[in-house]
């Protein structure tokens, strides 16, 4: 007999779970505030986050859902307006920047139709490389990983994985070849 799971540890796992359940309402409350702080200038990255590197920076207004799953590397920066819907891990190596407006989301929904009418989500951990620059107003969707080095145009929706050095724009993001 499987042992009896929370909902906050099936969010964890990527299993579907309900968002609702009052223990992880508890913990987007104490992010709300955190967050009303930290937009405020009155709090810090490191009161929040699962890890905060050296000399990172996210210019605030900032959103996220629960902050301790973002993982940030050092010399990290975020600019205006970015949005990390963090149900589970969302991880930034180091010397990344990321351009205003940037959506970076982990949460996903089924696409039975039944299961979403009982309001179930799961999610899909994020990995960005190191020395990554995410161009304003991109869409990171769930389970993406972005190698080192790569650029992530403008605008663009990524909903594939992109290989290191690799640099991608459009909707959906594609590869740009050399001499365009």
């Not at 930290?38 to 986050?49: H, K």
């Not at 900032?62 to 973002?70: A, E, L, M, T, V």
Request: with cysteine; aromatic share 6%; hydrophobic share 40%.
């Amino acid at each position: 007999m499987m042992p009896h799971r929370s909902e906050k540890q099936k969010m964890l796992a990527s299993d579907l779970y309900l968002a609702s359940d009052p223990e992880l309402q508890h913990d987007m409350a104490q992010c709300a505030q955190w967050l009303a702080r930290y937009n405020n200038r009155n709090g810090n990255l490191s009161e929040r986050l699962g890890e905060v590197g050296e000399n990172t920076c996210i210019r605030p207004p900032f959103h996220c859902d629960y902050g301790y799953n973002i993982f940030l590397g050092n010399n990290v920066f975020l600019n205006f307006n970015c949005i990390v819907l963090d149900v589970v891990p969302v991880r930034i190596g180091d010397e990344t920047q990321i351009g205003p407006g940037v959506q970076i989301l982990t949460a996903d929904h089924p696409r039975d139709p039944e299961l979403r009418q009982k309001m179930l989500e799961f999610g899909h951990p994020i990995t960005i490389g190191k020395n990554v620059w995410i161009g304003g107003g991109a869409i990171i969707l769930p389970g993406i990983t972005i190698g080192d080095n790569a650029i992530i145009g403008a605008g663009s929706v990524v909903t594939r994985d992109v290989a290191s050095g690799v640099t991608v724009a459009g909707n959906p993001a594609r590869p740009l070849h050399a001499g365009l």
